[in-house]
């Protein structure tokens, strides 16, 4: 399995502000993902993120509020833009292993929007 | 279109009972089925997966599922609880492309 850092793993934030969260891989994969948990919620698949092409968003997620950046194979971010309460989540990176659609995921990223 | 039912978002078991968490599953394709725990405060941890072949499935820390195609179920067991294994529990289901449609959890409590 690989192994997955994330930074920060929690912050508070005001809203109107963008915070970046950083997904680290210790290995190459092809296929990265962003999630979303709110509070006492499950898991919300936010866009799906290759190398090399735009990412892949899913209903309901926008570009403009969750951009994403994919420079190499070990490597994303996500950035909550204009952020408001409602953002308050965590948002977990999560990569594909060698077993086809098994997906290991990062320690998650704890946002607070005051 | 794939989904994931958990039926339950809270079980109690006492301390060396058997832990039965269940998760019916709906899929136009053969599924392959995940079972993840998140501890407080941490991210998903694989327990176990149900790709092809053997339908008993077996996890790590004592856990195991059966995958009833008949029933569209994938429940997971472990024989004897321990209190280490309070968490929440997500039953997921591949949907193609890499991605997962994930139930709503349920929240294990482990009583002594």
């Known amino acids: 399995s690989a192994v997955i850092s994330q930074k920060p793993s929690r912050d508070i934030c005001q809203r109107g502000t963008s915070l970046t969260i950083q997904c680290q891989v210790d290995?190459?994969?092809?296929?990265m993902f962003w999630y979303r948990q709110q509070p006492g919620q499950s898991l919300t698949l936010i866009a799906t993120?290759?190398?090399?092409?735009?990412?892949?968003?899913e209903s309901g997620f926008v570009i403009d509020k969750f951009p994403i950046s994919r420079p190499n194979l070990t490597f994303s971010t996500l950035t909550v833009s204009n952020m408001s309460p409602e953002d308050s989540s965590i948002y977990l990176c999560s990569v594909e292993g060698t077993v086809r659609e098994t997906q290991y995921f990062g320690p998650g990223t704890r946002l607070l929007v005051l | 279109a794939q989904s994931v039912t958990q039926l339950g978002s809270h079980v109690s078991v006492s301390e060396g009972a058997l832990v039965l968490l269940r998760c019916n599953y709906s899929?136009?394709?053969?599924?392959?089925l995940f079972w993840y725990v998140q501890y407080p405060n941490q991210g998903l941890q694989l327990l176990l997966k149900y790709t092809t072949g053997a339908t008993l499935v077996k996890g790590i820390n004592g856990f195991e599922a059966e995958f009833k195609k008949s029933e569209t179920s994938f429940h997971l067991t472990k024989p004897s609880a321990h209190m280490s294994d309070a968490a929440e529990y997500f039953c997921a289901v591949s949907a193609g492309g890499g991605k997962l449609i994930f139930g709503q959890g349920t929240e294990l409590s482990v009583k002594p």
């Open positions: 899929s136009s394709v053969p599924p392959y």
């Open positions: 993120a290759n190398q090399g092409s735009e990412a892949t968003y």
């Open positions: 290995s190459q994969v092809t296929m």
